[in-house]
Nanobody, 125 residues
């Protein structure tokens, strides 16, 4: 069993930065793929960034490429999402998720086994 707790959300102005953290508990976290999803009001949850085990592979949604960076520190059992040049359309609840399909970066929610509670990110114009 893996438990995930996100932190680092908040209110920021357009162009600002935030770093989200996701701290995990449970054995063998390093063998899980991890993903950051977001859900804006009235919209479906979408994958923003993902990383395979040990950081071998990573991917980003087109809307955040060049602005967001996912990283992980398996020793500290923590995953990060550095978000730069934030835009109002980045406003959403951000969720951290972990998948047993560690060798790849799963693209769909159903392939993730564990989820955090989410953290709100609000970007003001």
């Amino acid at each position: 069993q893996v438990q995930l707790v996100e932190s680092g959300g908040g209110l920021v102005q357009t162009g600002g930065s935030l770093r989200l953290s996701c701290t995990a508990s449970g054995p063998t976290f390093g063998q899980y793929a991890v993903g950051w999803f977001r859900q804006a009001p009235g919209k479906e949850r979408e994958l923003v960034a993902g990383m395979s085990w040990f950081g071998v592979r990573s991917l980003y949604a087109d809307t955040v490429k060049g602005r967001f960076t996912i990283s992980r520190d398996n020793a500290k059992m923590t995953v990060f999402l550095q978000m730069n040049n934030l835009k109002p359309e980045d406003t959403a609840v951000y969720y951290c998720a972990a998948s047993k399909l560690g060798r790849q970066v799963p693209l769909v929610q159903s392939e993730y086994d564990y989820w955090g509670q989410g953290t709100q990110v609000t970007v003001s114009s």
